[in-house]
């Protein structure tokens, strides 16, 4: 039992390693990784299997897959993997994760120790790039092509894993109730992460996450936590982070370097909406790609996208398909995410905030970058099932105790009878 339980665990630490760090083909995996860790966890899963839940939103993310990348940009070889990495992820949860707390649990557990892990190879490669980045390229099979960073090729890539480990970290510590002190902690280990992450973003989409949450948590005493929040920030910067990290890498350094507007999101969304305007059907209907409408465009020389992965989604398949598209892919997780929140501050469904206003947070993200779930970003589609398969849980353990409790109180109602029988 248990070498089974070992085996069972390498299997998904292995699995959900190369999940969340996008790991699909290297010199280690020859063929796709998603279907070799797959095909080794057929035989734990427990029978019988639960009917596949996911069939309306893997159809409409085939669809909108196969209209984005090989109808619009004639690009085979990612349809391909990022349908298998999707249609992978979505069967682990289904059939491996199924209606077992422990297994959601733990899978949960792993990807956030793996960004943890993430998170500590950033901070150590500020200091020590001369080892860290052969290991960060030993780890990832491939060469790392940005520093400092985490376990990324590239630090755009590592803010979708920032994103997605201090929203987590910072409401997880308030739905679970934790101490004051750990909640300071775990904030100011956040902030640290986001400071030397170098990733505006990210830190945007854990401001904007972070504050939706409080206001729904506390209501209007929100802005005093909000208040004593940007203090401590204040506070941090000036008599710690200012002196003793690292003073050239780090996210006001990197926001005040000579390069920064070379890259500014508005501009580029806003040349972005005006190839929208010309296009305004989407470019598939007029057989044209990204580089045949931006040649003249000098922020989008070289190929340069806009960074904005929702919107390079709509110039490509136009407002009417591709917001139809979106809307049916994000229907269930946007209805299920407020549901969650009506009942943020239920302790015995405290994992399911975190992981929402996580999600939430990587979404946010994907508004300065190219990578999302369409991309089979590694968080991002981990939260996106996490969060539809973890609500079927937490909604079939609470049917249970009801069940339960109306059992107790017929079994009790019909002792009093019995008893009132025997005393009569």
């Known amino acids: 039992m248990l070498v089974k339980r070992l085996i069972v665990f390498s299997v998904v630490l292995t699995y959900l390693y190369t999940l969340v760090f996008g790991i699909f083909m290297t010199d280690i995996f020859r063929v796709p990784a998603p279907v070799v860790l797959g095909i080794l966890l057929l035989p734990f899963i427990k029978a019988p299997v639960q009917h596949f839940a996911y069939y309306k939103e893997c159809i409409f993310i085939i669809i909108a897959l196969f209209l984005y990348y090989i109808v619009g940009m004639a690009d085979y070889k990612a349809f391909f993997a990022n349908v298998i990495t999707i249609i992978t992820c979505a069967f682990y949860f289904n059939h491996f994760v199924g209606l077992n707390k422990r297994r959601f649990n733990i899978s949960v557990v792993i990807i956030f120790l793996l960004l943890s892990l993430s998170m500590l190879l950033m901070i150590l490669d500020h200091t020590q790039q001369g080892i860290i980045d052969p290991l960060r390229s030993t780890m990832l099979g491939e060469p790392v092509k940005q520093s400092p960073s985490g376990l990324a090729t590239t630090q755009f890539t590592f803010g979708y894993q920032i994103a997605t480990f201090t929203a987590f970290a910072f409401v997880a510590t308030f739905t679970f109730r934790l101490h004051a002190i750990i909640k300071v902690i775990v904030f100011f280990a956040c902030i640290v992460c986001l400071y030397l992450g170098m990733n505006r973003s990210a830190f945007i989409s854990f401001a904007v996450a972070v504050v939706i949450f409080i206001f729904i948590y506390y209501k209007f005493k929100a802005v005093l936590l909000l208040a004593a929040a940007t203090i401590i920030c204040f506070l941090s910067y000036t008599y710690l982070l ?172 019909a002792a009093q009878d019995r008893l009132q029988t025997l005393v009569l």
């Open 242 to 413: 200012k002196d003793t990290l690292d003073s050239k890498n780090n996210i006001l350094s990197k926001n005040e370097a000579k390069g920064a507007n070379d890259f500014n999101r508005a501009n580029m969304a806003e040349e972005n909406l005006k190839i929208c305007a010309d296009y305004p059907f989407g470019l598939i209907f007029y057989g044209k790609t990204w580089e045949d409408v931006t040649y003249r465009n000098p922020l989008f020389t070289f190929g340069l996208t806009s960074h904005n992965a929702y919107l390079m989604f709509i110039t490509y398949l136009g407002p009417f398909l591709g917001l139809g598209l979106l809307g049916a892919i994000y229907y269930r997780i946007t209805r299920l995410s407020r549901e969650i929140m009506q009942h943020v501050k239920l302790r015995s469904n405290a994992l399911m905030p975190a992981l929402c206003f996580s999600f939430i947070a990587v979404s946010l993200n994907a508004l300065s970058h190219n990578g999302w779930l369409m991309s089979a970003d590694g968080p991002t589609l981990f939260l996106y099932f996490g969060v539809m398969q973890g609500a079927k849980i937490y909604a079939q353990q609470q049917n249970s105790t009801e069940s339960s409790e109306m059992l107790e109180s017929s079994e009790n109602s």
